[in-house]
Every structure is written in structure tokens, then in C-alpha cells.
């Protein structure tokens, strides 16, 4: 049974992935919206759900700086509860985590207790554990300020199966994301309007854009979330493969090295299921990728 | 997971094609294999004798066709013909050419002579100008033309190929007209994939709008000649009437694997709702990132069975629970090995999975509880039985096996299955086993590119 929260997902609600089954090595993996899924193969001698991310950081030259704090939250508040995502953006890469309160429990709390000793957490943010996903976003910045100034809260949405992402800081709370989230095929015609109705894209006048908006070679997924923030839209392929993973990390100009490692551990991988998020904008004729994200299990 | 429609999974155990080498004369401008020239090598002669000889004691093939490159330039040509005809397990031998050599006479004479029956003669234009232009071999559309009715009056079966391009698309419908004298049996239009060159950069890439309604043309003429047409990956719903050409199937190919790797893989926006959703590839990934997803062109066909997600990707061996179940196989015989198995345990047989590789018979004993029994082709891997014809495994059990007594049915419907099959196997019943077949000392070295495919992205204008 699910511990079902507050969230619809298309399938069953968005789950507690401490419900989610154990795999043969003890890991519960589940996906974004935190449904469960079991793993596609046997799971004896292959890789964590966080592996990838120990690489992601260890090639970006970041893993000293956040593993101890990471590894604070996957021994404490996290663990079976929290996804971890690496972003190669314009910008500077960041580190995003998701931690499900099914409960909703004061849940920052209990993360500013165990980031204590490495990080402030949105001092400014009175925690009343009203949110069904905490979210936080890392980065060289937040490193050398020491303090996670906002928090993002998920919340579930006026329509089914919606979610709603809000931005909560010293700077007060601003809604950024609202998300859609339905089975990638069987249910292309509840996402298909909702992509193209984008204040960001015209697709009505060029209907070839839909081509580089949602990207075939990812099209074979479980999920897709349609996201809608301020400067960009955004899709999450939910369920992909290790193959997909691969030319995905590839083609959005993921580290090498890490497109090397996806690729040289394939079999240590192929167990696991993987979300990827690309978002996307037009700029005159062309449809530019402004950051895209990898998402695992922590 | 990806999809029966990425990765595109050669099913037809009729026809064993053998790639003898990558060398040709013409350089036509779409070749699919053209980088491969540079550093594939065909198949040793030696893995080709064994296929051969293993098709002698197992009929698994009817046909055998030969293909390169242009195999026509190749020097053994005639040791590959004689040990095919001499194993008398081919019913029929073919050669897939550019036709120009068969110019000759003599030469044609020769090759049907030697025992092959059928020539599938690749034809891109309708005329010289356009031919030649596309092979960039001023005389080639002479040469194959002068072939073609060489080998009509040797009396051979004749099938033409036409690749869909840009370069061919307006005149599709007079390449008809230019064939029929040869009476061809049929004619084959493949819509161009593109290999290497997925950003369309020759844009050779022909937009649905113009292709479909000229293909169309194309095959009402064929029609009305009393020629049959198969076309290959164009979508089912754009080819109007003519729906029931459409034939995605390939052979075995005993080929580099890598080749495949490099194939393009489809999608189509409306799959899920589409009664042919599970057999038209609908639209390759190069040209969704072109052109779009068509969605308004593609016409789904209603469905009238729920769609099923198809068993993607790494094939079987899923430890995924019932949804990623593929379609049924509807072959009797594959059923027929378990046929009763269930009922005597209280189960239900779900699902009978036939794929290349393997046959999965999934077996379902209620409160969520399934197991599958595996056939792989029979070897000397570790299994857990052996029968005349398979290996046999089980996995993907899925159940609580702290419910009373259902580990002991469990393990007495495995054992069951197992003993059943072992029991009616009749021997010579086919998997395919061949995958490395090929192996690393049939590619060339290639050369290290300085950077990866460009990807048309739309970052540029
Ligand atoms: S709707 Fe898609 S799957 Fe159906 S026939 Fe057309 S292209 Fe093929």
C-alpha cells in the first residue's frame, strides 16, 4: 500500500517513497513525483540511485564541498524521502533536493538541524510544515554566502493531478512553477494542449517547434511533467532509461566525464529508472535550452 | 524505456541477409551505410559458412539474400552463391544490387546460372538525370536499366527499392512507369533514415506534406499495373487506401551489431491511441526534430483494444511488474508448449511473449502474484533446464512469498512449466542466439572525430 499525501499522481497519488519497495539491496526507488517503481532488473551488484550524483559532483570538482552535507541528509530527514538533481545551466550548476513531507511535519526544521554545521536554511522562513515537497538549490554561491536564502514549497494544485511550486524567503513567497503532470502517451492529449498553450512558445506559428520541445528520443518515458515557470517552460521525461540517460546527458552538454561514466557503468545502471528535465524558451526562430536537469534518488 | 519503436528489433525469421561487404561503385547521396564503407567489413566468410551450415540443419531461413555495399564487386560472390545453393536450405538466394553490373550479360547470366533466383534492384530515379545525379555516376541509370532487362530475359524474379528523398520525391509515380517493363514483383519505397546525418544537413529529408501525397501517386500507379508495392517507414495513417503496404519488417541481418546502434528510432505523438500504434514506427527522431510531430497530419486509427505499453528497450529479462507486458503473440505453437500448465496450478497464463531472443510465458496466480518461465535459444549457458530446443530460466517473480504456501505452488508451477516444455518440445524450434555473431574483428579502426553528431538543436537559426 502507498501512504498516500496530498498530491494526485496519474496513477496513484504522490506516495511516500518510504512505501516504496525495497529493491534486493535494500533501496526504495521511486521518481520524481516520489511514486514508487521497482527496478528493472535484479538489483545485486549494481549502483545506488545516488551514484550518479556522486560522480555529477565529483566531476564538477564539488563533492568535498557537499558530500558530508548531503550525506547528512541521506543518513537524517532524507532518507527514502528524497530525490537529488544536478542542473547544467547558463548560469552555474546547482544541486537541487526534493525531500517528500507526506506528513507534513516541520520538515525544514529538521533540515536546518542537519545542514547546521555547513549551512543556514531560509532563517527568515517560519516553518509550519504546509508544504507536501521541500526543496532546496545549492550552489558555489550559496556556499560562499553559507545561507540557503529560499525554500521552494510543492503543493498540490486547484486541478488534479497540478502542482504548484512556491518560492518562499526573506524576499516573501512568490508562486514559480506550476506543474502538470500525466502518463506520456496514453495521456498525450491532456499534455499536448497544456504544452502548447505556453505564453513562452508560439507554436502556432511554427509547428515544427513542438519537435524540439518535446524531444523525441526522450518521448519514451513513464511521465511527463509540464512545467510553467516565469522565464521558461519546462518538461520532465519521468522514467527514462539508461540509454536515454545517456544521449540525454549528452546532447545538453552534461559534463564528458560523466557521459563517460553513464555510459562505462551501463550495466551497474540499468536497473534504475531516471528523470530528466529540460527547460526551454524561443528566441526568434529557435528554441534554446536554458538549463536542463538530472534527477536520481538519494 | 525505450520503445519497440526505438529500437528497431529485426523480427522476420524468414530471410537471413548477409552483408558481404561495404564496397560500391555508386556513391548515392542518401546511402545509409556510406559512412560504414569507411570502416565496416562484411561478414567473415567463415561466420557465413556456419550460418549456412546451421540453416542446413535447421531450415530456420527460407531465403538468403546477399547485400553490401554492392556485392556484385565482390570476388567470393560466387563462394557465397555456391555454398548457399549447395546446402539446399534456401528455397531462395537474392542479391540486393545497383543492377549496373548485370549490364553484362555474361556476368547476369552467370550469377542466375549459379543458383540466384531473385535480384532487388535499387532504382532511385526515374530517368538518367536523376538517377546518376542521386549515385553521382554519370551512366549508372544506363547500366541499370540494361541490367534490368537482361535479367527479364533470364526470367528471374525482380523486386525494385526506391529510397524517399528530396531528390526523388516529385517523380515517384514515373519511377513506375519506368520499372513496369521488367514486370517486377514488387516494388519496395523505404523513406530515407538518415545515419549519420541527423541533422539533415544534405537535406534530404522530405517533409510529410509533399512526400505522402506523391508516394500515394507512386502506389495507385503500382496498383493499377498489378504491381505490389511494401513501404517502410512512413506513417500508415498518410498512405491513405494503401495502408495495408506498409511492411516495417526487416530480416536477420548478419551484420556488425553497431550497425543497428546507429539506426534512427521513431515515435509517434499518437501511439498510445492508434490501433496500429504497435506496428507503424510512425515518424524517426530526425525528423520529429525537423519537421514536428505531425500531430495534426497523423490521423489515428481508433483503437479497439486497449492500448499496452510495449515491452521496451533491453528486451526481456524485466524485472518490471505487469505493465510492461508486450502485445500476445498469437502463434499456437509457442503457446502450445504450456498449454495446460496453469490449470493445474490454479493460474492463469497472462501473457506469451515471443520475441527474437526469447519466449516469456507469464504466468499469474492471483493476489498480484507472477512469475515468468523463460526459452532462450539452447547453449551451453548456465539454465536451469534444458529442453531439445531451448534453455530454460524463470524470473521476474513477483509475490509475497511470505503468504502460506504460495512459494511451494510457485516453485511447483515453474517446475511444472519446465517439465512440460522439456516434454513437448519437438526439437528445432527457433531463438536467436546470434547476437555478437559478428564480432569486433569485422570493423575497421575508425577514427576518432574530433567532435560528437551535431544535433539539430534550433539553437541556430
Ligand atoms: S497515428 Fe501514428 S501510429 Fe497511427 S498510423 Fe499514424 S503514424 Fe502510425
Known amino acids: 500500500m502507498y501512504t498516500p499525501t496530498t498530491v494526485e499522481h496519474p496513477r496513484h497519488r504522490l506516495a511516500s517513497s518510504a512505501a516504496a519497495p525495497r529493491s534486493a539491496g535494500g533501496e526504495r526507488l521511486f521518481d520524481l513525483a516520489f511514486a514508487p517503481y521497482r527496478p528493472l532488473r535484479p538489483t545485486a551488484g549494481k549502483a545506488g540511485g545516488d551514484a550518479l550524483l556522486w560522480e555529477a559532483l565529483q566531476v564538477a570538482g564539488a563533492r568535498e564541498r557537499w558530500e558530508p552535507a548531503l550525506r547528512a541528509i541521506q543518513r537524517g530527514v532524507g532518507r527514502g524521502r528524497t530525490i537529488w538533481g544536478a542542473s547544467v545551466g547558463a548560469a552555474q550548476r546547482t544541486w537541487r533536493l526534493r525531500l517528500a513531507n507526506p506528513g507534513r511535519v516541520r520538515l525544514l526544521e529538521a533540515l536546518r538541524a542537519e545542514l547546521g554545521p555547513w549551512l543556514a536554511v531560509a532563517p527568515s522562513v517560519d516553518d509550519d510544515g504546509a508544504y507536501d ?66 505564453p513562452i512558445v508560439d507554436f502556432s506559428g511554427d509547428r515544427s517547434l513542438l519537435g524540439r520541445t518535446l524531444i523525441p528520443e526522450l518521448f519514451a518515458c513513464r511521465y511527463l511533467h509540464v512545467c510553467r515557470r516565469c522565464d521558461a517552460d519546462a518538461l520532465v521525461y519521468s522514467g527514462i532509461n539508461v540509454d536515454q540517460l545517456t ?38 526562430v529557435a528554441i534554446v535550452y536554458p538549463e536542463t536537469t538530472l534527477y536520481g534518488n538519494l | 524505456m525505450e520503445s519497440y519503436k526505438g529500437r528497431f528489433e529485426p523480427t522476420r525469421f524468414e530471410d537471413l541477409t548477409v552483408t558481404v561487404d561495404f564496397h560500391c561503385h555508386s556513391a548515392c547521396r542518401f546511402c545509409i551505410v556510406q ?77 542466375v546460372d549459379a543458383g540466384v533466383d531473385e535480384f532487388f534492384v535499387s532504382l532511385h530515379g526515374h530517368d538518367a538525370a536523376t538517377q546518376d545525379y542521386i549515385s553521382q555516376r554519370p551512366g549508372s541509370f544506363d547500366e541499370a536499366i540494361r541490367g534490368l532487362e537482361n535479367l527479364r530475359e533470364l526470367g528471374v524474379c525482380i523486386l525494385t527499392n526506391t529510397v524517399l528523398t528530396t531528390l526523388n520525391e516529385p517523380t515517384l509515380a514515373a519511377i513506375v512507369d519506368t520499372v513496369r517493363p521488367f514486370a517486377p514483383a514488387r516494388m519496395e519505397w523505404w523513406n530515407y533514415l538518415p545515419m549519420e546525418d541527423y541533422a539533415d544537413e544534405l537535406g534530404l529529408l522530405s517533409p510529410m506534406s509533399e512526400l505522402a501525397p506523391s508516394l500515394r501517386e507512386a ?21 491513405g487506401e494503401h495502408g495495408e503496404s506498409q511492411d516495417n519488417t526487416q530480416p536477420d541481418v548478419v551484420i556488425v551489431e553497431e550497425f543497428y546502434d546507429k539506426y534512427p528510432k521513431f515515435a509517434c505523438i499518437h501511439e498510445a491511441a492508434c490501433e496500429h500504434g504497435d506496428t507503424c514506427l510512425g515518424l524517426h527522431h530526425p525528423y520529429i526534430t525537423k519537421f514536428g510531430w505531425e500531430e495534426d497530419v497523423l490521423v489515428p486509427f481508433p483503437r479497439a483494444t486497449p492500448w499496452r505499453e510495449p515491452e521496451y528497450g ?28 496453469a490449470e493445474r496450478h490454479r493460474a492463469r497464463l497472462a501473457n506469451v511473449m515471443l520475441q527474437r531472443r526469447a519466449c516469456v510465458y507469464r504466468f499469474e496466480l492471483g493476489e498480484g502474484a507472477t ?50 516444455v522439456i516434454a513437448r518440445d519437438p526439437g528445432g ?15 575497421r579502426r575508425r577514427p576518432r572525430r574530433a567532435k560528437a553528431l551535431r544535433v539539430l538543436d534550433g539553437s541556430e537559426p
Open chain 1, 133 to 198: 515537497v521541500l526543496g532546496i538549490e545549492l550552489s558555489e554561491e550559496v556556499a560562499a554566502r553559507g545561507c540557503v536564502d529560499a525554500v521552494s514549497h510543492y503543493l498540490r494544485g486547484a486541478e488534479p493531478r497540478t502542482l504548484e511550486v512556491w518560492q518562499v524567503g526573506s524576499a516573501g513567497r512568490r508562486r514559480v512553477d506550476e506543474v502538470l503532470i500525466a502518463e506520456a502517451k496514453r495521456e498525450i492529449n491532456v499534455t499536448l494542449p497544456r504544452i502548447k498553450a505556453s
Open chain 1, 247 to 284: 544521449w540525454f546527458l549528452s546532447r545538453f552538454g552534461h559534463p564528458a566525464a560523466l557521459v563517460d561514466y553513464a555510459r562505462g557503468q551501463r550495466e551497474r545502471l540499468d536497473h534504475l529508472l531516471f528523470d530528466v528535465e529540460v527547460a526551454y524558451r524561443q528566441e526568434g
Open chain 2, 35 to 111: 559512412e560504414g564503407m569507411n570502416y565496416y567489413k562484411g561478414v567473415p566468410f567463415e561466420l557465413y559458412e556456419a550460418a549456412v551450415a546451421d540453416n542446413r540443419r535447421a531450415k530456420r531461413y527460407r531465403r538468403v539474400t546477399f547485400t553490401g555495399g554492392e556485392v556484385t564487386l565482390e570476388k567470393r560472390l560466387f563462394d557465397y552463391i555456391d555454398i548457399a545453393r549447395d546446402s539446399q536450405s534456401f528455397e531462395h538466394i537474392r542479391i540486393q544490387t545497383n543492377g549496373r553490373l548485370f549490364a553484362d550479360r555474361a556476368f547476369a547470366r552467370r550469377v
Open chain 2, 219 to 239: 502506389l495507385a500507379r503500382a496498383r493499377d499495373y498489378g504491381i505490389e508495392s511494401a513501404v517502410k517507414y512512413v506513417p500508415r495513417c498518410l498512405l
Open chain 2, 314 to 341: 533491453l528486451w526481456v529479462g524485466s524485472d518490471r511488474p505487469g505493465e510492461g507486458t508486450a502485445i500476445p503473440t498469437d502463434q499456437p505453437r509457442w503457446a502450445g508448449l504450456v498449454v495446460g500448465v
Open chain 2, 371 to 420: 512469475v515468468d518461465v523463460l526459452l532462450t535459444a539452447r547453449s551451453e549457458a548456465p539454465a536451469l533446464a534444458r529442453s531439445a530446443s531451448f534453455n530454460l530460466q524463470y524470473r521476474n517473480l513477483q509475490a509475497d512469498l511470505s503468504a502460506p504456501g504460495l512459494r511451494e505452488r510457485l516453485s511447483a508451477l515453474v517446475e511444472d512449466a519446465i517439465q512440460t
Open chain 2, 429 to 443: 524450434m527457433h531463438l536467436d542466439a546470434r547476437k555478437g555473431l559478428v564480432g569486433d574483428d569485422s570493423v
